[in-house]
């Protein structure tokens, strides 16, 4: 009995060994499985998160473009603004250069004055030229007429012997 008992205890040892072999590799797959599921719950938590930052970010990104938009809009506002007040600037500076109103119209008042001062004087002096023009044409008549009268004399004095009555003709131009 010795011999069965041995073997019995081999076998039993065995047996008992291959058990705990057994009892050990369902406790490390045991152990492989909640860890395995440890994970996936880990993961899923994980996953979790990052979708609820991915929303948070996508959230920011799109008030961010709000702002960017307004801001664009404020910026384009505060351009026209400047330029406006760039044009102010220029036209005040030109304002400023010209003379006031009343240093106008004074002056406007003088230059008007001047201006009908030389318009009388124009006048004037065209009265004056049409005067000279006629006395001008008298003048001139009157030479005409002398030269003739001259002529004519010349002429009778060659042709006709000298005579002691005055020539009518000459008494008209002493007379005048």
Known sequence: MKSRNFTFDINARQSEVGYESLVNQV?????????????VDMNSLELDKYHLLSE????????TQEEIEKVKASLITAQQVRKNKMEYDALAKVIS????????????KCLQ???SSLQNMREKLEIKVEQRKKEFLGLIS???RMKE???????????????SEPDPDVQVMEQN
């Open 142 to 144: 009157g030479i005409g």
């Open 97 to 108: 250069q010209e003379k006031d109103r009343k240093e106008t119209q004074q002056e406007l």
């Open 27 to 39: 406790v490390g797959c045991q152990f492989s499985i909640d860890k395995s599921q440890a994970m």
């Open 56 to 63: 948070r970010i996508q959230s920011e990104i799109a008030t």
């Open 113 to 115: 004055k001047e201006l």
């Open 149 to 163: 009268l001259l002529e004519r004399e010349e002429y009778e004095t060659i042709a006709s012997p000298p005579t």
